[in-house]
């Protein structure tokens, strides 16, 4: 809450001769006028235009409205009135002006009968009653203007006194939106909108004083006073902190046509080497209450001077009754019970032991049905949820902490969800009930997510449409940890640009920044929007409504769903300035574009956007339902989340080796389960797009590959989950037993699209080729004189080396286990080494170190006491010789598709049948087999009798366990990872990126670089 600060003695105003002219103006007055609705009102998000239209009706001639009276409304945000609920707003008269304020002041008491009639749209009028009038500076009732207090010329000497004197350092808070021109350089060649100061930006203090010191003396003209002498130079004034954002509204003129009326608001900080000289403090402290900029006879551009202790100097009429009163009332509490009961009821939100508050009541009493309206006199609210919503009327509401649960996505990442306790949530749903409807109006028209009556049907229409009307190219992004990483500083911020003080702002923020209880663990959270918070949704698009606000300006067609957005365009350079412009907004407001989720492509290659797969004016629904059932809650299992961050980051910080909490609900680790089993089943992806055309792979259940049309469709249990040109293909991989029509074969060989046949677990089976000449036997020739070069062998060898040593050395050192120091002493070895039988010394020492040191981490029930092969004698080695040849069986397969020989390698010794080069190229990856199978020993779901010893001494799984691990294995390969150079991928994908730099190598175009995980 703000106070007023206390008085201090004036300032002389000798020799001040343009304070002096501020005279004219004086003395203020403001009256505050009291109303009652007699019929419901449904106005705009800002009511000021509606409530000067009804000012101006009400007063015989409206022509000098502007020169004498000054709107303030207060009420801004509330588009919802019932009959009988109160209305205020404030008049600011200016000298001169008493005469027309007395009429007006007649005319309000007069209402309903003196308001305007026969429009239908009007807000504001017929539907009103006068309730009575007070003064804004003494706050006492009054019947006539000779009643109300006048703030003169001595009132605003003291006010600039305290200004001048006491605060070289305040905040500058926009009340209402403001319209404010630009830097005549700045506008030169712009029209409409664009011409008015947009973000921070474009808002110096200088123009800032300078646009002050103009509204000042355009309202001397007016008014037919004296005017003020030229402008001098400002004062300087230090920008310390700023936050602003455009925000479009309207409204509608006498002849019913909508006009735009758009405006700036947010706050700036300001610090001033010395005070503010006269008669920049006066112009700095009437702007109050005269406002500034354009349109200020609609009570556009009022702002308010606050200290660095929350404090003002200039009273303003609050609204007649709290947003955060609105939503505590008994029909929206009652509306909000009924949402969060049928969810759970549902089971899209489980009800967990740890929301006992929610067991007291039978739910059931509180679900919609046809009998009972939404608003009618159901039962009696739960009485815990009456005392949390009066707790928090009253301000002594103690927020409780959240609890923490992750969700895994279909990318191998996991969300982690911040959910409250049941009737908490109720409270913040019915805050968000009373929110999202208003802010919706103000929201911009290419926003689909979390918004009535929107979805990302719409948004796909109007992709299609986009494309019908030219566009080609497309500018795909999203936005790095958007939901983690908001500051709280900003949606404070936000939040008073739009309801001031109302005592909404302190719950929502007390909400924002609870803690988050996590497997016996309180995490203090620093940022972010709580995922699973009823309010996060509401203010995510909030936060970003002035981002989409920047990208229509620049004249770019941007459709955003959340933090996910796509920029359609005419044009690759189209897209690549999209991209630039889209950066810089968000890094105004503390955000970042995802690089790794950030590319310009071509609708011709395809994209995919909320679940669609777009090529050209098609999309297909290929990851709408595959949402749906990833949307469950859930625990982590034994697997380390991929890209954790906020809460989850600072959990696995401190216990980087998180397990399955013990007391853990079963049907989480079945969800858990079933997911896994859904993500491998259903795989069917759009790989990389190269130079040399895109890579197609198939896997899973078994699917119908056919054509039509000029197309390649992919289709399983009759529905078409994917359909892409012929044209710009280089290959398919259909990894298991797929179904493939002759029809298609035709078209594969007329096109010259390979088609590669493997088994599900990766082993090459064949090739369907024409007779083309492929890449291929040329490669292949290049690749024999690259093998009979030592050095390049060595080169090869050593990257390969180099990367295997370094997973292993991070895998024991997340362990901490011992010998992952000696492993860096290895790493300097390799460095140096110009040999190959020498780096084979030295790799083969640092895996005796690394599997001495994995035998600590191994329970000893399992035998495991060094690595062997062939037969492998423990259950370990028996994971590990399986997983290698899982990983083998892919890596060759990859090197065929790409045209490399897989029995020339650079590093291991040819023998037999064997594919070396496979071998050589799966080095880096190898740890992910042995980190899954050490994790699969510790899972718990899978015992010593799974495990059976042969008369040859060799281990093996039963089949049950063999069928789990490989589910497993399959799982990891199909997670995505980062490496150290930023690439992202999985497995296929990343050693297909291994390939293409083993390919630069051997044309001579470039060194070879071998994959490392960050």
């Known amino acids: 809450m703000v106070t007023r600060v206390e008085e201090f003695d004036p300032l002389p105003l000798e020799n001040l001769e343009q304070a002096a002219l501020l005279e004219q103006l004086l003395p203020l007055r403001s009256l505050a006028v009291h109303l009652q609705f007699i019929d419901e009102s449904h106005p705009r998000f800002f009511h000021q235009a509606a409530v000067s239209a009804l000012l101006r009706h009400l007063l015989p001639s409206a022509d000098d409205y502007s020169h004498y009276l000054i709107l ?77 207090g006048c703030y003169g010329i001595e009132h605003l000497a003291q006010e600039a006194a305290l200004w001048a004197e006491h605060h070289t350092l305040f905040h500058w808070q926009w009340l209402t939106p403001v319209r404010l021109l630009k830097e005549k350089s700045a506008r030169s060649t712009a029209k ?20 002050l010191y103009d509204t000042v003396n355009a309202l001397l003209t007016e008014r037919g006073d004296r005017p003020l002498p030229p402008r001098q130079a400002a004062p300087h004034m230090n920008v310390e902190a700023q936050h602003c954002f455009w925000l ?7 002849s019913g046509k909508e006009q735009v009326m758009g405006g700036l608001l947010g706050e700036f900080t300001y610090s001033t080497p010395v005070p503010l000289p006269p008669p920049w403090a006066h112009f700095l402290v009437l702007g109050q209450y005269i406002g500034l900029g354009q349109r200020r006879s609609f009570g556009w551009g009022r702002y308010q001077l606050v200290t660095t202790e929350n404090q003002v100097s200039c009273r303003r009429q609050l609204a007649a009754q709290p947003l955060l009163e609105r939503a505590l009332e008994p029909a929206n509490l009652r509306l909000a019970l009924q949402h969060k009961t049928q969810k759970t009821k549902a089971k899209r939100e489980p009800l967990y032991k740890w929301q006992r508050d929610a067991q007291e009541c039978d739910l059931s009493q509180y679900e919609c049905n046809e009998e009972t309206d939404a608003e009618g006199d159901q039962a009696e609210l739960p009485p815990t949820l009456l005392k949390r919503a009066n707790a928090l009327a009253q301000g002594r509401y103690d927020v409780p902490p959240l609890r923490g649960v992750i969700i895994p996505k279909t990318d191998g990442e996991w969300r982690a969800l911040a959910v409250a306790p049941f009737f908490d949530a109720v409270l913040q749903r019915a805050v968000a009930q009373i929110l999202a409807p208003s802010l919706d109006r ?75 209880d996590y497997d016996g663990l309180r995490l203090q959270r620093k940022a972010g929007l709580p995922q699973g918070s009823p309010l996060s949704p509401v203010l995510a698009n909030l936060l970003l409504d002035d981002f989409d606000s920047d990208m229509r300006k620049a004249g770019f067609n941007c459709l955003r769903f959340a933090d996910d957005f796509v920029v359609v365009c005419q044009s690759r350079e189209e897209a690549e300035r999209a991209w630039q412009r889209a950066a810089s907004s968000l890094n105004e407001h503390g955000l970042f574009l995802a690089e790794n989720k950030t590319r310009v492509i071509s609708f011709e290659r395809g994209f995919r956007f909320l679940g669609y797969l777009f090529v050209n004016e098609l999309a297909l629904d290929v990851g ?72 197609l792979c198939v896997s899973g259940a078994p699917a119908l590959i056919s054509t039509d049309h000029g197309r390649v469709l992919v289709q399983r249990d009759d529905e078409t989950v994917m359909s892409v040109p012929w044209q710009g293909l280089r290959s398919v991989l259909l990894l298991g037993r797929h179904h493939l029509t002759h029809p298609a074969m035709i078209a594969a060989l007329s096109q010259g699209v390979a088609i590669h046949f493997a088994s599900r677990g990766g082993q090459y089976q064949g090739l369907l080729d024409g007779n083309q000449p492929r890449l291929g036997p040329r490669l292949w020739l290049l690749q024999e004189e690259r093998v009979a070069d030592a050095a390049a062998c060595v080169a090869v060898a050593r990257e390969l080396t180099n990367a295997r040593i370094r997973h292993q050395r991070e895998v024991l050192r997340q362990r901490a286990l011992s010998g992952w120091h000696t492993l860096g002493d290895s790493l300097s070895q390799v460095d140096a080494c110009t040999d190959l039988s020498a780096l084979q010394g030295i790799e083969g020492a640092a895996a005796r170190t690394y599997f001495a040191a994995l035998a600590q981490a191994v329970h000893p029930q399992w035998g495991f006491h060094g690595r062997n092969r062939r037969p492998p004698r423990a259950p370990f080695n028996a994971l590990l010789s399986l997983g290698f040849t899982l990983l083998y069986a892919h890596t060759e397969t990859l090197l065929i598709i790409d045209g490399l020989n897989p029995r020339a390698g650079f590093y291991h010794k040819p023998h037999g049948s064997h594919s070396t080069l496979a071998s050589d190229m799966m080095e880096p990856f190898r740890h992910l087999v042995e980190r899954c199978a050490l994790s699969f020993l510790s899972s718990g779901k899978v015992k010593p009798a799974d495990f059976s010893v ?32 930023g690439s992202e991928g999985k497995l296929i994908q990343l050693l297909r990126w291994q390939n293409r730099s083993l390919i630069e190598l051997i044309r001579a175009k470039g060194p070879f670089t071998a994959w490392l995980q960050r």
């Not at 409409?192 to 646009?211: P, Q």
């Not at 479009?248 to 006498?254: L, T």
């Not at 039963?958 to 691990?965: G, Q």
Request: include cysteine; glycine fraction near 6%.
């Open 72 to 148: 303030d409304a207060p009420e801004t945000a509330r588009i919802n009135y019932q009959a009988g609920a109160s209305y205020c707003f404030s008049i600011v008269c200016l000298a001169g002006g008493e005469s027309l304020l007395a009429t007006l002041m007649l005319a309000l008491r007069q209402l309903p009968y003196s308001a305007p009639t026969g429009n239908p749209l009007a807000s504001f009028g017929a539907n009103l009653r006068w309730r009575g009038f007070s003064c804004n500076f003494c706050d006492h009732p009054v019947d006539q203007v000779e009643d109300l």
């Open 192 to 211: 409409g909108e664009a011409r008015y100061c947009a973000d921070a930006g474009d808002l110096s203090a200088a123009l800032l004083l300078a646009r």
């Open 248 to 254: 479009d509204a309207g409204y509608q003129n006498s």
């Open 442 to 516: 103000v929201m911009d028209n290419r926003s689909y997510g979390y918004r009535r009556g929107r979805s990302r049907l719409d948004a796909k229409e109007q992709i299609q449409l986009a494309y019908r009307n030219g566009a080609r190219w497309v500018l795909e992004a999203d936005i790095e940890d958007f939901f983690d990483s908001v500051a709280f500083s900003l949606v404070a911020q936000r939040l008073r640009a739009l309801f001031h003080q109302d005592p909404i702002n302190e719950a929502i923020l007390a909400w924002l920044s609870a803690p988050v």
């Open 624 to 695: 709408s339902k595959a949402l749906k059932q990833h949307d469950k809650l859930s625990s982590p299992g034994h697997a380390k989340p991929q890209c954790a961050s906020g809460w989850l980051a600072d959990f696995l910080a401190q216990r980087p080796q998180a397990l399955l909490p013990p007391n853990a609900p079963h049907s989480e680790q079945r969800v858990v389960e079933k997911t896994t089993a859904m993500v491998h089943s259903q795989a069917v992806a759009l790989g990389n797009r190269e130079n040399d055309g895109t890579f």
């Open 950 to 981: 042969k008369d040859n001494g060799a281990c093996e799984l039963s089949n049950a366990a063999r069928r789990l691990y490989l589910e497993r294995l399959s799982e990891r390969f199909e997670t995505s990872m980062k490496g150290r150079d």
